[in-house]
């Protein structure tokens, strides 16, 4: 039972490597958005693309995290890129 629980600890850990390559990889491209909005004057905050984004996680989710949970994630990951293209 240990030598199961250890490998799927090692995935798990994998899994988290990819994840953090990927949201870095997203905040490197909101960052670039967050350049062109100021080039532009336009505004970081866009309550509508956010919404859209959620939805459409929700829309792809299939499961077992539920719309509240998977809501939850990338609200986090939209507020920590938006406060990237902040500075």
Do not use: H, W
């Not at 509508?48 to 077992?64: F, H, Q, S």
């Not at 539920?66 to 994630?73: F, P, Q, R, S, Y």
């Amino acid at each position: 039972m240990q030598d199961e629980i250890n490998d799927l600890r090692k995935r798990i850990n994998g899994l988290d490597e990819q994840i953090l390559r990927s949201l870095n990889e997203r905040a490197e491209l909101a960052m670039r958005i967050g350049r062109a909005k100021a080039k532009t004057g336009a505004e970081v905050y866009d309550p509508a693309r956010e919404r859209a984004v959620l939805e459409r996680m929700d829309t792809l989710n299939p499961g077992p995290l539920d719309k509240g949970a998977v809501e939850e994630v990338f609200a986090g990951i939209i507020t920590a890129c938006r406060e990237l293209q902040m500075r």
